[in-house]
């Protein structure tokens, strides 16, 4: 049987090493300023293990792995009905992208790219006020990974919100086709925040589990989504979780997964683990660069991919 720690401290070493690990994020002055030296991972097993390796404990701001929380939020609140205001098809467009929106009537193809993650916010406010919002957002993920110290780092939150123009388009725009209903400046509001949140890799990968756990958490029992809806939101992660990288992500991975400009991944092997992985530095299409390659090692080294035998 494959040893997974040393798996993931042969991993992280040889991250460490590598010299080529992409160009941490621009347009968000605070995440310029990250160190693109570091590297985590961490695995969660079924039955709550935590294994992991590198600066797994050092905390990131999670950006757009939060709209696999917000989507699953939504769905437990909402069911099926999520699926008026949003697509469940891959965009092939950057994920900040109005074209496609205008083209397709305000409606977003899918809920990972900012124009949908947007009008999922919306439906989670309900009438509420942004506070509220996210107040329940920083609940439900502190629920799932067992851990009240997690929070939002304010510092990013006002950053996004200053650099927010292309955000405000995109919501401007659906709301002049209806598919937006509270004020704009409300669901920015929830929505920068909920993407300014910090987590290391060890609590995002407990926050995971049970999305590999047929939507039930093994630790506590509890059933956080259905089992289809479960299935639905992995399925949704492999086809859309890494922007236009998306199909090049699961061809090399093979494992469900979200990706944010933070520099995190969270990846799924259903059934077998929840993954969480953190390098600063992205890809051309913002995705981690060293965070792909170790997810593939991975997944090779443990062969967890969802296309196996």
């Keep these: 049987m494959t040893d997974l720690q040393q798996v993931l401290d042969e991993i992280a070493a040889e991250a460490a090493s590598d010299e080529d690990r992409g160009i941490v994020a621009q347009y968000i002055p605070e995440l310029a300023k990250v160190d693109a030296k570091q590297f985590g991972i961490a695995v969660t097993l079924p039955d709550g293990t935590i294994l992991s390796a590198g600066d797994a404990a050092t905390g990131f701001s999670i950006q757009s792995v939060s709209k ?33 929106l205008e083209q397709e009537k305000g409606r977003p193809r899918n809920p990972f790219i900012n124009a949908g993650a947007i009008a999922v916010v919306d439906l989670i406010m309900a009438g509420h006020q942004p506070k509220e919002a996210i107040g329940e957002v ?18 990013v939150a006002r950053s996004e919100t200053a650099h927010g123009d292309r955000n ?6 659906m709301r002049s086709f209806g598919n937006i209903d509270h004020p704009v400046d409300h669901v920015l509001g929830v929505y920068f925040h909920q993407c300014a949140l910090v987590m290391n890799c060890r609590q995002l990968s407990r926050a995971g ?3 590999a756990s047929q939507g039930r ?8 989504v259905s089992e ?21 992500f699961a061809f090399r991975v093979g494992l469900p997964g979200k990706s944010g400009v933070g520099g995190g991944i969270l990846a799924i092997a259903p059934g077998k683990a ?29 062969d967890w991919s969802v296309f196996g035998a």
């Design 209 to 211: 589990l049970f999305l």
């Design 168 to 173: 405000a388009s995109l919501a401007h725009f």
């Design 217 to 224: 958490d093994p630790v506590t029992g509890a059933q956080v």
């Design 228 to 248: 289809q809806r479960a299935r639905r939101i992995n399925a949704i992660m492999l086809t859309c979780g890494h922007y236009d990288g998306s199909g090049e």
């Design 138 to 155: 920083i609940q439900f993920i502190r629920h799932l990974a067992d851990d009240d110290s997690i929070l939002i780092d304010e510092h």
């Design 68 to 100: 696999v929380f917000t989507l699953a939020l939504a769905l437990g609140k909402l069911g099926d009905s999520v699926w008026s205001s949003v697509g469940r098809e891959p965009s092939g467009n950057p994920f900040n992208s109005i074209v496609q």
């Design 274 to 302: 929840s993954i969480a992985v953190w390098s600063p530095g992205l890809d051309r299409v913002g995705n981690s660069k060293l965070g792909t390659a170790a997810l593939e090692q991975l997944a090779r080294r443990m």
